[in-house]
């Protein structure tokens, strides 16, 4: 029963910036590490960014670094996901993930579209 459920895409202008939540459930989520992702279409889902349990290590993609910030609120269940400086090529569906017990989870995602 772990649910996972990404909120806060939509359209953007080149420059813009948005943010991303997933809130989660069925698990305790104060233990593990919280990733995000994201699939452009017609290409591989790949890693953006990922945080530690307790939200004190972090780690980004070369291609997002220094201008998306993850973070977490362990006592709302959620990670965050802020996007800053967003270019067209950010333009993906983003899906927040969690390894539990040897399989991964995944949320529907949610659309970012970075156009003018």
């Known amino acids: 029963q772990v649910q996972l459920v990404e909120s806060g895409g939509g359209l953007v202008q080149p420059g813009g910036s948005l943010r991303l939540s997933c809130a989660a459930s069925?698990?305790?989520?104060?233990?593990?590490?919280m990733t995000w992702y994201r699939q452009a279409p017609g290409k591989e889902r790949e890693l953006v960014a990922a945080?530690?349990?307790?939200?004190?290590?972090?780690n980004y993609a070369d291609s997002v670094k220094g201008r998306f910030t993850i973070s977490r609120d362990n006592a709302k269940n959620t990670v965050y996901l802020q996007m800053n400086s967003l270019k067209p090529e950010d333009t993906a569906v983003y899906y927040c993930n969690v390894h539990k017990a040897g399989t991964g989870y995944w949320g529907q995602g949610t659309q970012v579209t970075v156009s003018s």
């Open positions: 945080i530690s349990n307790g939200g004190g290590s972090t």
């Open positions: 069925g698990f305790t989520f104060s233990l593990y590490a």
